[in-house]
């Protein structure tokens, strides 16, 4: 239960939500234990800093994880992720365990955020807060975001084919909008541009018609205020920003007004708003994560539309260049026949490394998927490989090893989604009782999450280990010039290799023989921490293998802090552990090879390993 204070406080948010500001002064509440695994170099709060997200130490930090989760966009719990604060902490510490996830995008709702115009929900905001909470206390990074997905429910009938989520009741009932009807729509993101309903309510919001976006970024700046003010100094440092307002379209253009010039006069304004409001609120040291038009990088040219902030100038340090990506040629069953092949989104996603690097900024691919059920579900375990892969390097496979100076740096992701109620819930479709929806993600027949519980309520993968807890660099001491992973992940039966070790490195085929493997190529910095690799739970210490520059190991010891190779608990007690690489140098190239498919390889072996991945990095990469 709240103290006295925090009630006080939050009849003060209230009161200014009556005036639509708030400032918050100071610092956050106070401070509390460090997390179990902790090392002195964890838990600092994240900067852009050189295009890059930069620990307090320097290093380059990149963020895997997932969107926590759909069961927000429902009413079954009151807009919440969770049903219960044990439901978060229970699917945190998986999510750390098994999905390999460092980070979260929690998602919240206008809607239940301020279901009374004006009058912001202290109740949920603190329910929503200790759900967050559950995450920083299992060492997982968390970036809020206001979500919506065809502006709101309640702009459907209780009988619609379709719902949506994001404004409240109050924000529909102010607008004439016309009966909602989508026609011969045969995906529920068609409402986007075919229901006039949802392109009207679009279009007022971006024009602040009725005041709507004046009350929606004063709640906004209400919550971010809230969770500042009720979280430790410590937690508050592991929220990495606000991605103020998920996939923005237009709804309609005006006439003469084109995606690009929307982009410029509406939704980049709307983006300073809300940084304003940040700053108010006390974030002023942490980013937007801002998103572009949602069809800026569609993959079906009928839907592309020109964007990405092109005329927002130089983001700098303030934002974070968001989007999202979805094969839609592959989830509409008729414009991409078969399974995903190596390289598959390679140019997508370094389309999306070049838009952040022209912005001046860095870029998180804060939503991507497939669905895992359905006509199509055959095709997840290629699409989601070869998207795992496209944050990895933007070279494929079959030319890494030829090409790895042309990798780019690792992009950050979210997959949609981890949801541990699926399948298990009980949502009433736009509040009717006769449609009451227990499969899926009970939202518009999706089916994407990762997880579910099994008979014994515990969390268990829906899909492939091997492609979901990975090898991906969390903290690189220097900047990353290239890295790839070979997950070795499955189809069906069969294994996926489209990263082989090339024969002209016979020692480390030998080496790697049919395990997985991850290699890591980077400049050390000045820093005073070590690099960071997220261990798998497929890379138990007694079997995994480290060769490296900076020495080699097989079974590697605990990390000290004069020692080069050393594996560690990654902090929040969940039992996930990494591997740190200490390098003493500056401006130097490192690299790293680490797999476990070697038994007690020989020594004779591992100097072999280590002469070729010197002759080869001396090669492809240089000094």
Not at 38 to 58: E, K, Q, Y
Not at 87 to 114: H, P
Not at 276 to 296: S, T
Not at 490 to 506: A, E, H, I
Request: aromatic fraction near 10%; proline fraction near 6%.
């Amino acid at each position: 239960m709240p103290n006295i204070r925090a009630r006080l406080l939050a009849v003060l948010v209230v009161l200014c939500g009556l005036c639509g500001f708030l400032t918050v002064a100071g610092t956050p509440a106070a401070t509390a234990a460090p997390l179990p695994g902790s090392l002195p170099f964890d838990g600092t709060a994240l900067t852009v800093s050189g295009g890059r997200l930069t620990d307090g130490t320097g290093r380059e930090v990149v963020l895997r994880g997932y969107n926590v989760s759909g069961e927000t966009k429902l009413a079954e719990n009151g807009g919440l992720p969770f049903a219960s604060v044990a439901d978060a902490k229970k699917s945190a510490t998986a999510l750390r365990a098994l999905g390999g996830g460092n980070s979260v995008r929690f998602l919240l709702s206008w809607a239940y955020a301020e279901p009374v115009r004006g009058q912001v929900d202290t109740a949920y905001l603190a329910a929503a807060t200790d759900q967050l909470r559950a995450f920083l206390d299992a060492g997982i990074r968390v970036y809020p975001d206001f979500h919506q997905d065809l502006y709101s429910r309640h702009l459907f009938d209780p009988d619609s084919w379709y719902t949506g989520d994001g404004a409240p009741r109050w924000a529909v009932e102010l607008g004439d909008y016309p009966d909602e009807s989508c026609g011969i729509c045969l995906f529920w993101g068609q409402n986007i541009t075919q229901n006039g309903a949802v392109r009207a309510a679009q279009h007022d919001f971006w024009h602040n018609a009725h005041g709507l976006q004046d009350a929606f970024l004063a709640t906004a700046q209400q919550t971010m205020a809230y969770v500042r003010q009720h979280l430790s100094a410590e937690e508050f440092a592991g929220v990495v920003g606000f991605d103020p307002y998920n996939e923005p379209y237009a709804g309609t253009y005006d006439p003469g007004q084109s995606s690009r010039t929307w982009e410029r006069d509406l939704l980049w304004p709307f983006y300073v708003r809300f940084r304003a409001r940040m700053d108010a609120a006390g974030w002023q040291d942490k980013p937007a994560l801002v998103e572009p038009n949602m069809f800026w990088n569609a993959n079906i040219a009928s839907q592309k539309q020109e964007g990405g902030l092109l005329d927002a100038g130089t983001l700098g340090s303030r934002y974070v260049f968001n989007t999202h990506f979805y094969d839609q040629k592959a989830i509409s069953a008729i414009l991409m026949w078969g399974k995903a092949a190596d390289g598959q989104y390679a140019a997508d996603f370094a389309a999306v490394r070049d838009r952040a690097a022209a912005a001046g900024t860095t870029a998180v691919v804060s939503e991507f998927g497939h669905p895992l059920a359905g006509t199509v579900s055959d095709k997840a375990p290629t699409v989601l490989k070869a998207m795992y892969q496209a944050l990895d390097s933007r070279v494929k496979g079959a030319a890494w090893w030829t090409n790895p100076a042309g990798s780019g740096p690792v992009l950050s992701g979210s997959q949609w989604q981890w949801d541990v109620h699926h399948g298990r819930h009980h949502e009433l479709m736009n509040g009717n009782p006769g449609k009451v929806l227990t499969t899926g993600d009970a939202w518009n027949d999706e089916d994407l999450s990762a997880v579910r519980l099994d008979d014994d309520g515990e969390v268990t993968l829906r899909q492939d280990a091997r492609l979901l807890d990975r090898i991906y660099p969390s903290a690189t001491s220097g900047t990353t010039l290239a890295f790839t992973y070979e997950d070795r992940s499955r189809d069906g039966s069969t294994t996926l290799t489209w990263n082989p070790v090339p024969s002209s490195l016979p020692g480390v085929a030998q080496l790697v023989g049919s395990g997985q493997y991850g290699l890591l190529v980077w400049r050390s910095g000045s820093g005073s921490a070590p690099t960071e690799l997220h261990l798998p739970a497929s890379f138990p210490t007694a079997s995994t293998t480290v060769v490296s520059d900076l020495g080699t190991a097989h079974a590697p010891p605990a990390y000290t802090a004069t020692g080069p190779v050393g594996v560690a608990a990654e902090p929040g007690g969940t039992g996930s552990r990494r591997l740190l690489l200490t390098d003493t140098d500056s401006g130097t190239v490192h690299y790293a090879l680490v797999t476990n498919g070697a038994t007690a390889p020989a020594p004779a072996l591992l100097a072999a390993a280590r002469g070729e991945l010197a002759a080869w990095a001396a090669q492809r990469i240089g000094g």
